[in-house]
């Protein structure tokens, strides 16, 4: 849900000093699982919540990656973790929600990612 936070508090706070975002596995058009659970927090990731349709379609000029698993087993399905806006798009096909952390090939290219734009910030 992290990646929705971002996106919502770069609405609320157009001045925040983001250069670049990573998007790891973010249910950016929600999760199904989410109505497995009543938390209030979890009922924001549910498919067409108030919250998701607020970021819908919100404008976005930020670089973005995002790494999306289409066999994610708690973003369902995985490709509710594609993003329109993202800059560069890397699918993960190891079914392991957090493994863009654990992985070293994805952090490398996350590193990466967001190095460029730090030091070649879109105009």
């Not at 971002?6 to 950016?28: G, N, T």
């Not at 404008?59 to 993003?83: E, H, K, Q, R, T």
Request: glycine share 4%; charged share 10%.
């Amino acid at each position: 849900m992290g990646g929705l936070i971002v996106r919502l508090a770069k609405l609320l706070y157009p001045s925040l000093p983001l250069l670049a975002c990573a998007f790891l596995c973010v249910p950016h058009h929600g999760s199904l699982l989410a109505h497995l659970l009543p938390l209030p927090a979890v009922r924001q990731m549910r498919p067409n919540s108030p919250l998701l349709q607020k970021l819908k379609n919100q404008p976005w000029n930020l670089p973005s990656l995002v790494i999306w698993c289409p066999g994610d087993l708690l973003v369902f399905p995985g490709s509710n973790a594609l993003w329109h806006f993202a800059t560069e798009t890397i699918p993960c096909h190891v079914p392991i929600h957090n493994w863009p952390i654990l992985s070293p090939t994805l952090r490398t290219k996350i590193v990466h990612f967001l190095t460029l734009y730090s030091k070649n910030p879109p105009p």
